[in-house]
């Protein structure tokens, strides 16, 4: 078993930013992939993004690109997501996830964190 847990969400003002991040503990090395989610009132979970625990491989939605930046800290098994220019419609619960390839992780990861709450104000 692999448990993700995210921290860092809270209230911002557009245009702020906010780093999130998630710690993974257990059976770490089970999981190649960590990604980021997340699901805003009344629609459906979106992916944004994906790092890879090992090399230098990021993958982003078109819809993050260039605002949200993923990286990791092996020594910390620990990885952030850092988003600025937030906008109101950034508002949602954001997930992490864990897979054991990019296609799981995509469709049906393993692993999720229990998500956290970020708010933007306009």
């Known amino acids: 078993q692999v448990r993700l847990v995210e921290s860092g969400g809270g209230l911002v003002q557009a245009g702020g930013s906010l780093r999130l991040s998630c710690t993974a503990s257990?059976?770490?090395?089970?999981?190649?992939?960590m990604g980021w989610f997340r699901q805003a009132p009344g629609k459906e979970r979106e992916f944004l993004g994906v790092?890879?625990?090992?090399?230098?491989?990021?993958y982003y939605a078109d819809s993050v690109k260039g605002r949200f930046t993923i990286s990791r800290d092996n020594a910390k098994n620990t990885v952030y997501l850092q988003m600025n220019t937030l906008k109101p419609e950034d508002t949602a619960v954001y997930y992490c996830?864990?897979?054991?390839?990019?296609?799981?992780?995509?469709?049906?990861?393993?692993?999720w964190g229990q998500g956290t709450q970020v708010t933007v104000s306009s």
């Open positions: 790092i890879y625990w090992s090399g230098d491989i990021t």
């Open positions: 996830a864990a897979g054991t390839n990019f296609e799981v992780i995509r469709t049906t990861p393993n692993y």
């Open positions: 257990g059976r770490t090395f089970s999981t190649s992939v």
